[in-house]
């Protein structure tokens, strides 16, 4: 009799995959407005703990921007790295997954949810 137990770093590998997909099926097909909105509005983007490490290299008293909320420290809004005049990131290139990610959010489990407070997301959804 065989066993079909998968391994712990089999799920690793498929929960990878199945996001990995997601991801690429979701972002092949997203046309971002570039409206800023994620940047300045909302509850914040949670940060893993060597995200908030990277950040906390890049900006001075970090903690003016930061709350803790769930164990997890998190970027307030309006972001302090959003730049109101070009609307462009400052950190863009060292930006969380968090953002890299929106309006896509993953759960820890793999679950998906897509923000209906993008404004992508609304246009598609008033089908205009
Ligand atoms: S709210 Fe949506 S459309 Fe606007 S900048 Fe963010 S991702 Fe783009
Ligand atoms: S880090 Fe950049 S992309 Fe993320 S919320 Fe702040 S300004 Fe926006």
């Known amino acids: 009799m065989t066993t079909e137990t998968k ?10 995959d ?6 690429t099926d979701f972002k092949d097909s997203f ?5 800023g909105k994620c940047c300045e509005e909302g509850s914040g983007v ?3 703990p060597h995200e908030f490490k990277r950040i906390q290299r890049l900006k001075k008293h970090i903690f003016r921007y930061i709350t ?18 070009s609307h462009k990131c400052k950190i863009y290139d060292k930006r969380p997954i968090a953002c890299r990610l929106y309006p896509l959010g993953i759960t820890l489990d793999g679950s998906t949810r897509i923000s209906s407070n993008c404004t992508a997301i609304k246009k598609e959804g008033s089908n205009e």
């Open 7 to 16: 391994t712990d770093q089999e799920k690793a590998k498929e929960l990878s």
């Open 46 to 48: 949670a940060l893993w």
């Open 68 to 85: 803790y909320l769930n164990n997890w420290h998190v970027l307030k809004m309006p972001c302090v790295f959003y730049n109101k005049r």
């Open 31 to 35: 046309q971002c407005q570039k409206c």
């Open 18 to 23: 199945k996001i990995f997909k997601t991801v």
